[in-house]
């Protein structure tokens, strides 16, 4: 059984897409993990780069793939507004130490308007804030993975919590989810920005515990006060703003009732019928 | 060039229909003018007119639309962009891009037009729209005529063969509005293009118009020659009410029309041997200064928008400021209240019961929850203040923040706008209903002061005329109203007095006859058909026809 | 200039920078690049970030001796500092904090921070001189939508932030406190209501002026199988590439195999997508100069690197002075060069 649900759904194809895409993800976050002597990377400044390009690809690949059939117009502009309330957000939250507030948009985006758009809107408002900060580098796209992922589990938490307990939920997963974000943001440039020669830093060829301890110490080091940070002003800003964002939310959502792709579409998805989407377009006067 | 065949539209939820068997036509090169009160579904015959209903707003469309031949049930609204174009209400909040030339070129773009088209055919909008002095402008930059005309030139290079636009001249003052109303008469007349427009102020677009379709509350629509529709609409220009009190034959539209007929009622309105009208609009006696401010100068950064205005407020009197766009208006406002910027002078507010020769207080040295018992303002865009998700919960959220006894802003809403639903969210509110809300929660703490940026943005004419009547309640209970307006009608209706602002200053000041009467922009309709006798509102007139008898 | 130009060329000296860790090369480096931003950027919200590029450049530097001093593993050599030895608890085997600072040690953290830092500082200049306005109009046909949206949050930024300003001060009209849970929830949700309020406005303008349109439809099973295709060998060739033990087919080949297979079917879906466009930045003369300096700066290092590694790695042990190789200085000369070539007569 598929779900079907969200201004930006997700046909069997995009679904194996993201499924691929992740997996490519997986690696490049945890390459430290993953290097083994031999390697053509084994040099510790060349990875991030490498993979960062790859990265671009996947992303670029994954969008061309969840655009592909049409997006309907509705999901477009609502992207692109919350994606500019995030960008809005961004360069405020990163002058002050470990406040973040980008997630709470993309984390309560995703969870009103489904996975596909969680996935979109991860990508497209880190891609704004980098355009419109000038912030556009090698960590540009990790970045981007990692907000969509957030956003993509937001979409997939469980539906049928309501209330008090859905913010809850939302909550624990922002925190959770925002500490996860600076640890693989850590992982991926963890060799980068130490270079070797230290006790704490990455050998490449080393058992995979011995790098994990050492990553974890680090980690601990360096950023774990900006990473608690990350995930406290993500849960409270879901605990406080949880409610009526979700139901600004979810009234547009009712009043944008998502509906038909364009007319020429394939029915390459049955599920996609004008009528089985007005079921998700709950009824209320414009 | 459209023809409604028995169409009626229900939005999804709505137990009535909006529009109930509407059939109409709209002829090729005509401009073509929707009028009704507030919810009697213009925007929805509008939205019909272009396939956004019901494609993109949802609900059920019966009977068929056609546009050029086009039905709208099998057309998508982007399978009609090359035939009809529409400009929303608010045009910045269609805008794709960011800048004048890209945003006229963005509609081209998506029908896939070649680049020497898009190249010449921008180039051609730019002169018949004026706009090419903006090119390159950034069109956040820009003034409200110059977006609208943006607007209109965006589809415009598209070369739609129907032109629908929303409200277009609503939150425009004078100048822009006849800028925006001059470029589209001029598509009508030089290109043959037709027009469908709404509008609220009639008295702007009447005159232009060939075609009429009047819709009542109930979503029935007639249509027809405006001087024969006017004669029985419920919403008509007080031009064409004052021609309906005379019984004037054919029912003039222009100003030049109905002065040519105005002879004889000029004759029996002239002043008898008891003296002229001179005093005041209302038979209200303005009491001792309120507001007393000093020098008053606003800077935002490198703009002086404020110059050294000194002003006086009095109890029971209702003043309005005037003025063009970027006048200094608003910034005036924001700087009595105390929460806007004010780079100089001072601002003094006397508090009720205080003893007449204690100095005031400055509201911006106070909590803002002390202010607003002074001294309250209404912005221009009321949305702002509103953040809950029902008007129930605005109106508890409102007793508690002015300390209030509980109902009491719930007291005042109903006595503002009777019949809204307390479940209602704030933002499905008609622009009126906002309004209402607005003025009931800072009403609520019974402020002394009242100040207004630009009410009657949006409002229709019975929404204009009980605010003008809560104004006048204000007034009575020895309050001081301050508005700033760029609708003369409505200015005429309830201001005692009139403070003209040009560039930051104060360039006239007086009583509202004396100002309004002698100037050619600020001139309400009936002064000047009726000029030289000093008469502003219809209200005026009846009056005085009726006292010799 | 096309801003693609300016990212080819900075990407081009970011790769040259890789491939040295002679101090001499990546100051000269650095220095071009600066020299270029100075003499090409104009006076933009993003050209005005660049200066803490260069702090951040400085930061790096600066935290990779703080970690050499205080976790690094002391090598022998001259003692520059004695500092005492801390032993950890047992939880961190293997970490001891402090220990004697040798020059070979501290100039081995600093190379390597240098080259990241001049790594970072091209991407700064790249992220300056090219108008990403501009840069979103060059995205292929395939990523029209996204691309959309994403032209959209950009041109609404500066809109939504005075927005924010427009209904904080709304807010103190209610006699709302400026502090406090209260008003954050007063502020944001009337804020994020207008944006979500405006992008329906916003979706109804794009579809009557033919927006969709230019979308006819899904393109199929072909585009569907190279973009499955595409990141089924992403992931294995990332794989492959980390892998040392798989067989070298699996690194590098497939990541181009999955990079022309992605091409491709972004092509093909692009097809589908029939819009045009306005006045599009063109490519001229001037970009290929641009771009071909940055590119033969990394080419030049790149072929050094594999020819003479030594000139380009200075030894630390013994310590010499590091040298500057004729070819690095024609490298960082090219670098230079678009602060004085390139130009273009009229700027649009």
Redesign the interface.
């Known amino acids: 059984m598929r779900r079907q649900h969200g201004a930006l759904p997700l046909g069997r194809?995009t679904v194996?897409?993201l499924v691929?895409?992740s997996?490519?993800g997986l690696?490049?976050f945890g390459?430290p993990l993953?290097?083994?002597?031999?390697?053509?990377?084994?040099h510790g400044?060349?990875?991030p780069?490498?993979?960062a390009a790859?990265l671009v690809?996947?992303i670029?690949?994954?969008?061309?793939?969840?655009?592909?059939?049409?997006?309907d117009?509705?999901a477009?502009?609502?992207?692109?507004?919350?994606?500019?309330?995030g960008?809005?957000l961004r360069p405020l939250s990163a002058g002050t130490a470990g406040i973040e507030t980008v997630f709470v948009v993309i984390i309560l985006g995703g969870r009103v308007f489904g996975p596909g758009f969680g996935f979109?809107l991860g990508?497209?408002?880190i891609?704004?804030s980098a355009?419109?900060?000038?912030?556009?580098?090698?960590w540009m796209p990790f970045q981007m993975l990692a907000a969509s992922w957030l956003g993509l589990g937001a979409g997939l938490l469980p539906r049928r919590v309501r209330g008090r307990r859905e913010i809850l939920l939302l909550a624990a997963y922002g925190a959770v989810g925002a500490f996860a974000f600076g640890w693989s943001m850590n992982l991926s440039f963890w060799p980068?920005?130490?270079?070797?020669?230290?006790?704490?830093?990455f050998v490449a060829g080393d058992p995979v515990v011995d790098n994990l301890?050492?990553f974890v110490?680090y980690s601990a080091?360096t950023s774990l006060g900006w990473d608690l940070g990350r995930a406290v002003t993500t849960c409270l800003g879901l605990a406080?703003?949880g409610r009526?964002?979700l139901?600004?939310?979810r009234?547009?959502a009712a009043?944008?009732?998502f509906?038909p792709?364009?007319?020429?579409?394939?029915p390459?998805d049955p599920d996609g019928s004008d009528a089985t989407r007005r079921v998700h377009?709950p009824?209320?006067?414009? | 060039m459209i023809r409604f065949e028995h169409v009626s539209v229900t939005y999804p939820g709505a137990i009535d229909p909006t529009l109930r068997d509407v059939s109409v036509v709209v002829p090729e090169g005509e401009m073509c003018l929707v009028v009704g009160p507030t919810g009697a579904g213009k925007s929805t015959l509008l939205r019909a007119s272009c396939g956004l209903v019901p494609h993109f707003t949802g609900g059920h469309l019966e009977g068929r639309v056609l546009v050029d031949g086009r039905d709208t049930r099998t057309h998508q609204p982007r399978d009609l962009a090359d035939v009809v174009g529409v400009v929303a209400q608010d045009p910045s909040s269609g805008f794709v891009t960011d800048t004048v030339e890209e945003e006229l070129a963005y509609g081209m773009e998506q029908l896939g037009l070649p680049p020497a088209v898009m190249r010449k055919r921008v180039e051609e909008v730019m002169d018949l729209l004026r706009l090419a002095s903006l090119r390159g402008r950034p069109l956040a930059d820009l003034s409200g005529g110059e977006q609208q005309r943006v607007a209109i030139g965006a589809v415009m290079t598209s070369h739609p063969r129907v032109l629908v636009l929303d409200e277009p001249t609503s939150a425009l003052d004078p100048a822009a509005a006849e800028d925006v109303l001059a470029a589209l008469t001029r598509l009508v007349h030089d290109l043959g293009m037709t027009v469908l427009l709404s509008e609220h102020r009639l008295e702007r677009v009447v005159q232009y118009t060939d075609r009429i379709i009047s819709l009542s509350p109930g979503g029935t629509a007639t249509q027809g020659a405006p001087e024969s529709v006017l004669r029985a609409s419920v919403v008509a220009p007080p031009i064409v009410e004052l021609g309906r009190l005379a019984g004037w034959e054919p029912l003039p539209l222009s100003v030049r029309d109905a002065r040519r007929q105005a002879a004889p009622l000029r004759a029996l309105l002239q002043p008898g041997p008891r003296g002229g009208l001179t005093g005041s609009v209302s038979a209200r006696e303005a009491g001792a200064p309120v507001l007393v401010a000093r020098d008053v100068h606003v800077r935002h950064g490198q703009v002086h928008a404020v110059r050294g205005v000194d002003l006086r407020l009095r109890a029971g009197e209702v003043t309005a400021v005037m003025g063009r766009n970027g006048a200094g208006k608003s910034s005036l406002l924001w700087a009595l209240q105390g929460a806007g910027p004010r780079s100089r002078g001072s601002v003094l507010v006397h508090a009720p019961g205080a003893r007449p020769t204690a100095r005031g207080q400055e509201p911006a040295q106070l909590s803002p929850a002390n202010t607003r018992r002074l001294i309250a303002l209404v912005p221009q865009n009321p949305t702002d203040l509103l953040y809950l998700d029902t008007v129930a919960h605005e109106l508890e959220a409102s007793d508690r923040q002015s300390g209030a006894r509980t109902g009491t802003t719930a007291d005042l809403l109903t006595h503002l706008a009777p019949g809204i639903t307390p479940d209602a969210h704030p933002r499905d509110l008609s622009e009126g209903q906002r309004l209402a809300l607005v003025l009931a929660i800072q009403l609520s703490a019974d402020p002394r002061v009242l100040l207004l940026d630009e009410p009657t943005r949006g409002l229709d004419y019975a929404t204009k005329q009980r605010l003008a009547a809560a104004l006048a309640e204000h007034a009575g209970a020895g309050g001081a109203t301050l508005l700033s307006s760029h609708d003369v009608e409505f200015v005429a209706e309830c201001a005692d007095r009139v403070v003209v602002l040009a560039d930051g200053e104060v360039v006239a000041d007086g009583a509202a006859r004396e100002i309004l009467v002698a100037s050619p922009t600020f001139a309400p309709q009936v002064a000047k058909i009726l000029h030289p006798l000093g008469l502003l509102t219809l209200t005026e007139v009846r009056h005085t026809l009726g006292a010799p008898a | 200039m096309h801003p693609l130009a300016w990212w080819v060329w900075a990407l081009g000296l970011g790769v040259a920078a890789t491939r040295t860790t002679n101090p001499a090369v990546l100051g000269l480096l650095v220095a071009s690049v600066v020299l270029v931003v100075m003499a090409r950027r104009a006076d933009t919200p993003w050209a005005r970030a660049f200066p803490a590029y260069l702090v951040l450049g400085a930061c790096i530097v600066v935290v990779r001796v703080v970690f050499y001093v205080v976790v690094g593993i002391k090598t022998p050599g001259t003692v520059l500092i004695d500092l005492p030895r801390v032993a950890l608890p047992g939880w961190a085997v293997g970490v001891e904090l402090l220990g004697p600072v040798t020059l070979t040690g501290l100039l081995v953290a600093v190379y390597g921070g240098l080259r990241l830092a001049a790594l970072v500082i091209c991407f700064g200049a790249a992220n300056a001189l090219a108008n990403p306005r501009r840069a979103l109009r060059s995205l292929p046909a395939s990523l029209h939508q996204i691309g959309t949206a994403v032209v959209i949050a950009v041109s609404v930024t500066p809109q939504l932030v005075s927005s924010v300003a427009d209904v904080r001060r709304a807010q103190r009209l209610r006699g709302q406190d400026a502090r406090g849970v209260g008003a954050l929830v007063a502020c944001a949700v009337p804020v994020l209501q207008d944006a979500l309020d405006r992008s329906l406005d916003l979706a109804a303008s794009m579809d009557s002026r033919g927006y969709a349109r230019a979308v006819p439809g899904s393109s199929g099973r072909q585009v569907g199988g190279l973009l499955l295709l595409a990141l089924l060998a992403a992931a294995l060739g990332t794989y492959g590439l980390l892998d040392g033990t798989s067989p070298p087919w699996m690194g590098v080949p497939v990541l181009l195999v999955g990079g022309v297979a992605a091409v491709l079917g972004s092509v093909l879906a692009g097809r589908q997508v029939t819009r045009t466009r306005y006045r599009p930045d063109p490519w001229g003369g001037p970009e290929n100069l641009v771009a071909a300096c940055g590119v033969s700066a990394a080419l030049l290092l790149v072929v050094a690197t594999a020819t003479d590694p030594a000139a380009l790695d200075p030894s630390l042990s013994p310590l010499s002075w590091p040298s500057l190789p004729p070819v690095a200085l024609v490298s960082v000369l090219l670098a230079a060069a678009p602060a004085v070539i390139g130009l273009r007569r009229s700027p649009r």
């Not at chain 1, 355009?131 to 090698?138: D, E, M, S």
């Not at chain 1, 270079?195 to 830093?201: D, F, I, N, P, V």
């Open positions: 194809r194996l897409a691929l895409a997996l490519a690696l490049a390459w993953v290097l083994s002597p031999g390697s053509g990377l084994e400044t060349d990875a780069l490498v993979l790859v690809a996947v670029a690949v994954v969008m061309v793939a969840l655009g592909d059939g049409g997006i117009v509705k477009i502009a609502v992207l692109g507004l919350l994606s500019a309330v960008a809005v979109a990508s497209t408002t891609f704004a355009l419109i900060t000038g912030g556009v580098g090698p980068f920005q130490i270079g070797s020669g230290t006790s704490l830093s301890r050492r110490l080091a406080v703003l009526p964002l139901a600004a939310l009234r547009t009043r944008a009732s509906g792709l364009p007319p020429s579409r394939e390459d377009a009824t209320s006067p414009a």
